[in-house]
């Protein structure tokens, strides 16, 4: 399997990205014969059929589930002096992956004119969406007007700036608002169920616009009108929004969460409205994500 790094933001280490369920995505999105077959064969059957998703998702909503935490924390190193509520309060497997965590753990940036990263994530940036190059967006392939699906409402964003957020399994799976703003009722365009591992988009570079997901459209005073996309991917049951629509919204405040599994958020502006903080982009124009916590700034606004 294709070794993936990434950049911790804290450290500015590159650091080995370890992979939950490496061996199933090897499987569907590598390039040796039998991935092939796979690939041909039973892809299409689990991304498009969400009945295994959620019946997968359903299985980490049990008691026997819990099982299932301990190691998980062990194998993949996860801080639990972050968490809200101590692990023995978890229930089942799904609640640790949905966990709280303290609100001192992500201080927020307050200053009104920074935007600040909206989830635990690796990050992949790019100041302008009409020269996007990278491991997963090439050519046609990725399209805004099919992501959005508004033509309209692409052309707006068509020079603009796009931020991908890759939330691991390992990371906390809660998201936020990334500035003040009016934010809209969300609008859900139903999808496939793909993967969202770089190694699965390198393969299918059009999986971003065609997962299921929701898109809210944001209205900031700092900012201008942007959009927010939470993108669902294979194994999450449920892209849940717990805000309340057609109100003002501050930020750092929770917009939602996702259940069980890989996801994704992508963050679209308008051009001329905020530039992007160096490190981030200087870590995509490498290739590399980079590991940023909630609350973290994402860049400052142009207004």
């Given at each position: 399997?294709?070794?993936?790094?990434?950049?911790?933001?804290?450290?500015g280490e590159e650091k080995q990205e370890k992979v939950y369920g490496d061996f199933f995505i090897q499987l569907f999105y590598g390039s040796n014969p039998l991935s092939r077959l796979f690939s041909s064969l039973l892809l299409p059957l689990i991304t498009r059929c969400p009945v295994l998703s959620k019946f997968?998702?359903?299985?980490?909503?049990?008691?026997?589930?819990?099982?299932?935490i301990a190691p998980f924390i062990t194998r993949f190193s996860v801080d639990t002096s972050d968490f809200q509520d101590p692990v023995s309060s978890f229930a089942t497997f799904n609640d640790f992956f949905i966990r709280r965590l303290k609100a001192a753990s992500r201080p927020i940036n307050t200053d009104p004119h920074v935007a600040i990263l909206p989830a635990d994530a690796r990050y992949f940036?790019?100041?302008?969406?009409?020269?996007?190059?990278g491991f997963f967006v090439k050519g046609k392939k990725f399209s805004l007007a099919t992501l959005i699906q508004d033509t309209l409402l692409a052309d707006q964003f068509a020079h603009g700036v796009m931020v991908v957020a890759r939330l691991a399994p390992v990371d906390y799976h809660r998201f936020h608002f990334p500035c003040d703003g009016f934010?809209?009722?969300?609008?859900?365009?139903?999808?496939?169920?793909?993967?969202?591992?770089?190694l699965a988009l390198i393969k299918h570079a059009e999986i971003l616009s065609q997962n299921r997901r929701m898109i809210t459209q944001i209205d900031s005073p700092q900012f201008g009108s942007f959009l927010s996309i939470e993108v669902g991917a294979v194994c999450v049951g449920t892209i849940h929004q717990t805000f309340t629509p057609n109100r003002m919204q501050y930020k750092g405040a929770e917009k939602g969460y996702f259940s069980?599994?890989?996801?994704?958020?992508?963050?679209?502006?308008?051009p001329d409205t905020i530039k992007l903080d160096t490190d981030l982009v200087a870590a995509s124009s490498r290739g590399l994500e980079m590991l940023g916590k909630m609350g973290q700034s994402l860049g400052i606004a142009l207004k």
């Open positions: 399997m294709k070794t993936l790094w990434y950049i911790d933001r804290l450290t997968y998702g359903m299985l980490q909503k049990t008691r026997l589930s819990r099982r299932k940036v790019f100041p302008h969406i009409g020269n996007a190059e934010a809209h009722a969300p609008r859900h365009i139903p999808g496939l169920l793909h993967s969202v591992n770089p069980f599994g890989g996801s994704c958020l992508i963050l679209l502006f308008k």
